[in-house]
C-alpha cells in the first residue's frame, strides 16, 4: 500500500522540511512580531480610551496578548524553531491607522472611543484570518499540540471582537451620536 496516500490528510512527520512547514512558519513569525507590537500599542490605546469599559478591555486584552505570546514561543519550541519576529507590514499599518484616529478625535469623548474601537476590532480581525489559518495548517501539517495553542489563541480573538462590538452597541456609539461636531 502506498504510506504517501495513507499519510495523506494528517501528512504528519513526512511534512516536516515542505514548502508548506516553511510557509507556516514564516506566518508565525509574522503574527509572533504583531503580537509584539499590539502588546506595546495596548497601553496607549487605554490611555486613549474615554469610557472606563474600554480602558478595562485594554487592560485585559493586554494580559491576554503576553499569554498568545508566550503561547507562540511554545509552537516555535515544538517546532524546534527559534522564536523570531517578522516585520508585519499589515499590524504596522492597522497600527498606524489607530495612531490617526486617536489624533483626529478629542479626548474625553465617546467618539474617540468608536475610533479606537474601529482600530481595536481591525487588529482582532488580522489576528483571527492568521490565527485561523496558521491552526489549519497546523492541522494539515499533524502538528496537533501546536494546532490546540493555536486554536486556543484563535478563541480568544474572537471573543474579544466580540466583546469590543457589545460594547460599541450597548452605548459608546449612541453616546458619540449626541456628541456635538
Ligand atoms: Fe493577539
Ligand atoms: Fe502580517
Ligand atoms: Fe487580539
Redesign the pocket.
Known amino acids: 500500500m502506498d504510506s504517501k496516500k495513507i499519510a495523506g490528510k494528517n501528512a504528519g512527520a513526512g511534512a516536516a522540511n515542505s514548502l508548506l512547514k516553511e510557509f507556516f512558519v514564516d506566518e508565525l513569525k509574522?503574527?509572533y512580531?504583531?503580537e509584539k507590537q499590539i502588546a506595546k500599542t495596548l497601553p496607549k490605546m487605554k490611555k486613549a480610551a474615554t469610557s472606563d469599559e474600554l480602558k478595562n478591555a485594554f487592560e485585559s486584552h493586554l494580559t491576554m496578548t503576553e499569554q498568545q505570546i508566550e503561547r507562540l514561543e511554545k509552537v516555535f519550541e515544538l517546532l524546534g524553531e527559534k522564536a523570531k519576529g517578522k516585520t508585519?507590514?499589515?499590524?504596522e499599518g492597522i497600527i498606524k491607522e489607530g495612531e490617526g484616529i486617536i489624533s483626529d478625535t478629542d479626548s474625553n469623548t465617546a467618539t474617540r472611543d468608536v475610533g479606537l474601537i474601529f482600530a481595536a476590532q481591525k487588529v482582532e480581525h488580522?489576528e483571527i484570518a492568521?490565527y485561523g489559518g496558521l491552526a489549519q495548517l497546523a492541522e494539515t501539517l499533524g502538528l496537533t499540540e501546536a494546532q490546540q495553542l493555536l486554536h486556543t489563541t484563535l478563541e480568544e480573538e474572537k471573543q474579544t471582537d466580540l466583546l469590543l462590538t457589545g460594547i460599541a452597541e450597548s452605548h459608546v456609539n449612541y453616546e458619540a451620536s449626541e456628541e456635538k461636531a
Open positions: 509574522d503574527i512580531y504583531a508585519c507590514e499589515a499590524i488580522y492568521t
